[in-house]
Structure formats: C-alpha cells, structure tokens
C-alpha cells in the first residue's frame, strides 16, 4: 500500500485501472427482456447477412461441380485430373491469402471487407463464363480462391465479437447454413439454367457462371447496405449516418459480450507477434486444425464429383444434379439437431466425433456399395454421405473456439481452422481420379482412412476436455497469457453449467459471482 497516495480525493489523481479491471467493474443493469429483444434485432441483423454471404460463396465456388454434367470438360478441353489441378489451385489461393484477408478484416472491419470480398469473388465468378482453356481455368480458379480467402474466418470472427460463448455453436451453424442451403440449392438451380444450353449460343455452364456470379454481386451490395462493422461502428459501409441500434441497445449488446469473456474486449487495431506465437504454439488449436483437414478433404471431393457420381449409376445428365442436392437438403435439419444438442446441452466433442462417425460410415456404405449393381442402393450411399458429410466442421469450430482466450487468438484461430479446410481441399482434390472412376474404389478406401485418422483426434482432443474437467471439479479452465509479460498467470473459467456464471480470479483466488454483476 505504500505505493499509493490516499490524500487526494480527486480522481483524476490516479492512473486509470487496467483494461481488465475496468471490464471486472462492469455491471448488468437491464432485464432479461431488454436483452432478449435486443438479441433478437442482432439476429435478425447479423445473421442473415452473413448467412447470404456464405450461400454466395457456396453457389460460385461450388458451381464447377454442377458444369460437369454439362460437357464442360469437352467445351474447355481439359481433363480429369486437370481439372483437380483446377481445384487444388482454388485451395491454394485460399490458403496463401488466408490469414492475410483475416489481418485486413480486423484492422478495417467485416462491414467494409466482407462487402468488398462479394463484389470481387462475384466479379471473378463472372468471368469464369468466358474460359475456353486449360490455362484461363486454371487462372479464373486461383482468382477466385485468392478473392473468397478470408470470408470465412471473418463470419466467424464477427460472430464472435456480438455473441457470448454459449451462443456461438447455434450462430456458428446457422452461418453454415448458408454454405449447406448453398450446395444443395446451387445443384437444383442448375439443373433448371443447364436448359439455356444453345441461348446466344452458349453453353448452359455460360449462363450458370454470369447469372450466379450477377446475383453474388447484388448480394454484395445487401451487406453493404445492412452489415454494421462493430459495437464502436455500428453503421454499414453505403450508410455510415444511419445506426441500427440505438445506444441502449448497444450498451445491453457490448456489455453482455464482456462480462462474459472480458478478453473481448482488448481487441487491438492490430495482431501482433505475441499474438501469434500464442496461437501457434496451442497444440488443442492444431489438433482441430488436422481434425478439419481430416474432415473436408474427403467431403469437398465427394462434393465436387457427386453430381457426375449419380450420373454414372444410369440417370440422365441433368437429372443428376437435381438428385444431388436431395442428401444435401436432408443435411440441413440434420445438422441443425446436432448443433442444438451442442448449444443445449455443451456436448461439443460428443456432436463433433459422432458427425464423423456417421460420415466414415457413408465412405463405408459408398466402398461397399461399388460391389453392387443396383444404382438405388448406390444412390442411397451418395445421399447418407451428404448427409453427414459437412456439419462435423462447424461444430469443431465452436469447440475450437473455447480454446482460445482473447480475440487476437480467436481470430488467428478461425483463420487456421479455414485454412486447414483448404488445405484439405489441394490434397482432396486427387481423391477421385480419371483412372479410377466410376466407381472411384481406391478413391473411398482412401476417404475411409482419412475420415478414420480425424475421429481418432477428436476422441483424444475430448479425453483431454475430460481430464480438465474432472481436475477442476467440473469447470473447463482455459489458461491465458496476462497482457504485460504473456506469463500463464492469469486462468479463465469457463463453467459447463450455462446457469452460474464463471468465477473471476483476483488476487490468485477464485471469486465466484452471480449472474447480475461481476466485481
């Protein structure tokens, strides 16, 4: 106490407390009513424009898959296995312009980037219309990873910074929705526009490209519009007078995000290197990165070729497109029951290993079935693999995300896991080659190893969560690097009861607090 001067009772006198003893003080001073109804103008905000944006990205990215059916490989003149150094070349751009795009975001906020990014990979999607050689596929393929890199991640940040821990697995999915309404509407979409084959002379996959990459375009122009950047700017990029929220709101919306991880609130105008040995140097981080990469190899390739896989049991060009989508719609609700099992009852590594679990059983079914002649039974394992195939990476990324401990690791985080999903897509893209179609045997023995090796790391990664939890006598502790000296002084409590609020340590004891003021 020495240190300190008590005569002056001015105020000023003093130095301001630190960062985080000034979000210790905060207090709830409003109702669960307020903050339900201010919540629920966030939702209606935020996530359908996010949502849009990932169905965009969906639709231009995945529409390659649906050009197949339509001689796409003769109109081009290109191969089979060029054709995957096609799609290793889309990863890649992704993955070098990642974590890049995702420094940019944070610096400049998701209203302006996230907006941008529509108009550029739309534009680019475009002008994919227009390719008529191996070598301008190879380059509107690039293009268009270096334009999407960092969409992602940035979704997935942004969700993070106005939602409280508990909420983000649903938020999380319902994000993803759009990337799962994206695939399967992209398939039935095209089964209609592939009819304008011979409009103006052109190939049906011509207006596939203009009409779709047209429609990412306007969608930019909604986020533009409507997305607001942050609590500190929440206006959108075409109407930076108008705000969405009025300043109650604001207040209710920021201040319930803090109390819940104050680390929230020390967001830096930029990630620094601290920030990233910190990341890189948190093995529970790498290991849902290769669980991703584990995942979304195997199911970006499915997804890339079931279209031609279906077409290949005997039904009509076309016709498979449509039939391609039905596992894929089935996915939606599937996904959504998985993810309110995670949200409700905290079963993140549960929902994860069985989301794998069912989708090496899809492999299964697939390898079997390319003994069997019967193109319903075949048909049946396309659609179980749909099914199952995509969801298990949402929901690593909301246990992922419990593993960090401020918002600069959560960033980097997001970009790691995204990164490893196109990493996933370079080597994914080799699964299923010219020599081994149509019944692709090697190619799902292949699938059934990689998914195998990924539900093996999400058994370890939850037996690791349990240890914690039955050390700490039920709480998940997540230890955190102080701000000053990245020493392990300081430890986070993440209670797996959503009722009691996590406890706070001062002065290295635990302080438990309720749910109305944290001291």
């Known amino acids: 106490m020495s240190g300190l001067d008590l005569k002056s009772s001015n105020p000023d006198d003093y130095s301001r407390p630190r960062e985080d003893e000034e979000v210790l003080n905060l207090e709830q001073d409003w109702t669960k009513e307020e903050e339900a109804k201010a919540k629920r103008k966030l939702d209606f905000i935020i996530m359908p424009l996010l949502t849009l944006g990932f169905f965009c990205l969906q639709l ?32 890649l751009g992704i993955v070098l312009f990642e974590i890049p795009s995702n420094m940019i975001l944070y610096r400049v906020g998701p209203g302006k980037w996230l907006t941008l990014q529509l108009f ?8 994919q219309a227009f390719q008529n050689s191996y070598d301008s596929f190879i380059a509107s393929r690039f293009l268009l990873g270096v334009t999407e890199s960092g969409f992602i ?90 705000s969405f929220f009025t300043k109650r709101e604001l207040h209710i919306l920021q201040n319930r995000v803090l109390l819940d991880d104050p680390m929230k609130g020390k967001k830096k ?13 948190n093995w529970r981080l790498w290991v849902h990165f290769l669980i991703t990469l584990s995942n979304n190899g195997p199911q970006r ?54 989301g794998l679990s069912m989708h090496l059983l899809g492999y299964v079914f697939n390898r079997i079935f390319t003994e069997i002649n019967s193109r319903g039974v075949r048909y049946f394992g396309v659609v179980w693999t749909q099914t199952f195939g995509t969801f298990s990476h949402p929901l690593n990324i909301a246990w992922m995300s419990l593993a960090c401990t401020d918002s600069e690791e959560r960033a980097l985080a997001m970009a790691m896991v995204i990164m490893g999903a196109n990493i996933a897509g370079i080597y994914g893209a080799q699964i299923f080659r010219e020599d081994d179609k149509p019944r692709y ?8 190893a990689i998914v195998t090796f ?45 009722v009691q609020a996590p406890p706070v340590i001062v002065g290295g004891d635990f302080k438990p607090v309720t749910s109305n003021l944290v001291r």
């Open 120 to 127: 550029l990979f739309g534009t680019v999607s475009t002008f």
């Open 441 to 448: 045997r090697r190619g799902f023995s292949i699938d059934i």
């Open 454 to 498: 990924g539900l093996a790391l999400a058994v370890v990664r939850f037996l690791d969560d349990l240890r914690r939890r039955r050390r700490n006598g039920g709480q998940l502790v997540v230890e955190t690097a102080s701000e000053d000296n990245n020493s392990n002084d300081d430890i986070k409590a993440a209670r797996v009861s959503d």
């Open 60 to 91: 231009d990215r995945g529409n390659i898959a649906n050009a197949l059916t339509d001689n796409f490989f003769k109109d081009v003149n290109i191969t089979q296995d060029q054709f995957n150094v096609g799609q290793q070349m889309l990863s």
């Open 269 to 281: 105008k930029r990630i620094g290197s601290a920030a990233f040995k910190k990341a890189f140097s």
């Open 301 to 354: 390739a499915f997804d890339t070729y079931s279209p031609s896989i279906v077409r290949d049991f005997g039904f009509a060009a076309l016709t498979s497109n449509a039939l391609a989508s039905v596992g894929l719609f089935l996915q939606i609700p599937v996904s959504f029951s998985f993810s309110w099992v995670s949200d409700r009852y905290n079963k993140r590594g549960e929902t994860v290993m069985g």
């Open 153 to 242: 991640p940035g979704g997935l940040w942004t969700l993070s910074t106005w939602y409280t821990r508990k909420e983000t697995a649903k938020r999380v999915m319902f994000f993803y929705f759009g990337n799962q309404f994206g695939q399967a509407s992209s398939k039935l979409l095209a089964y209609g526009i592939l009819h304008m084959r011979g409009v103006g002379d052109r190939p049906g996959w011509f207006w596939l490209f203009v009409l779709m990459g047209a429609f990412t375009c306007f969608s930019g122009c909604i986020l533009g519009l409507f997305l607001p950047d942050s609590f500190k700017r929440p206006r959108s990029t075409f109407l930076p007078n108008v």
